[in-house]
Nanobody, 115 residues
Framework: VRLVESGGGLVQAGGSLRLSCAAS????????MGWYRQAPGKQREMVAT????????NYADSVKGRFTVSRDNAKNTLYLQMNSLTPEDTAVYYC?????????WGQGTQVTVSS
């Protein structure tokens, strides 16, 4: 299984980024997917999750109304649209897949928001 994130970078506060996660080696359409992040000195935290069909999503309170998770099962790709970014969103963002019976992680992509 391989999960490859892209789309991270440096952005000013108030700006937007769109992260992508290209998945291979698993049945993407049967996998619950999610985005997590880890800031320096902090534990990894859930940002957003999306169910198999894409009809049910869950967000951390800190990103509700600003971030949108989506998936394209035909392209085996997960997305995270991030708007109104703040310096508190600075972290390494990881793609996560649950394909029974285990979880898989990508290598992460750095998002840095300057004030």
């Amino acid at each position: 299984v391989r999960l490859v994130e892209s789309g991270g970078g440096l952005v000013q506060a108030g700006g937007s980024l769109r992260l992508s996660c290209a998945a291979s080696g698993l049945t993407f359409s049967s996998s619950t997917m999610g985005w997590y992040r880890q800031a320096p000195g902090k534990q990894r935290e859930m940002v957003a999750t999306i169910n198999i069909g894409g009809g049910r999503t869950n967000y951390a309170d800190s990103v509700k109304g600003r971030f949108t998770v989506s998936r394209d099962n035909a392209k085996n790709t997960l997305y995270l649209q991030m708007n109104s970014l703040t310096p508190e969103d600075t972290a390494v963002y990881y793609c996560n897949a649950y394909a029974f019976p285990r979880y898989y992680w990508g290598q992460g992509t750095q998002v840095t928001v300057s004030s």
